[in-house]
């Protein structure tokens, strides 16, 4: 059974860093991508980017590409997902998301197989 946890959110000011957590079970690590969504207050769920661990190839969503940085420990079977220069348009509930490497789209939710429960961000300004 595929099971992801996502920790790490809580609140900041503007201008500073958070790096969230997404520890994994239950399935063969490198054979998935891990992907980071995040979904606001009345918006839909929107995809930031992934890593397929096999690979290490790494994508990111255009607006937040040279703020968020994901990276991997293999050994641990988690995910991170590093944000800096937070604003407040970042505040939202953020979720990693597992996709079978044999089938993803890194930004779509429909090719999720396995979400972690989400942990809140908040950004004062």
């Known amino acids: 059974e595929v099971q992801l946890q996502a920790s790490g959110g809580g609140l900041v000011q503007a201008g500073e860093s958070l790096r969230l957590s997404c520890a994994t079970s239950g399935f063969s690590f490198s054979d998935y991508v891990i992907a980071w969504f995040r979904q606001a207050p009345g918006k839909e769920r929107e995809g930031l980017g992934c890593i397929s661990i096999g690979t290490g190839v790494v994508g990111y969503l255009h607006s937040v590409a040279g703020r968020f940085t994901i990276s991997s420990d293999n050994a641990k079977s988690t995910v991170y997902l590093q944000m800096n220069s937070l604003s407040p348009e970042d505040t939202a509930i953020y979720y990693c998301?597992?996709?079978?490497?044999?089938?993803?789209?890194?930004?779509?939710?429909?090719?999720?197989?396995?979400w972690g429960q989400g942990t809140q961000v908040t950004v004062s300004s």
């Open positions: 998301a597992a996709m079978p490497l044999s089938n993803y789209e890194c930004y779509k939710p429909a090719f999720v197989t396995g």
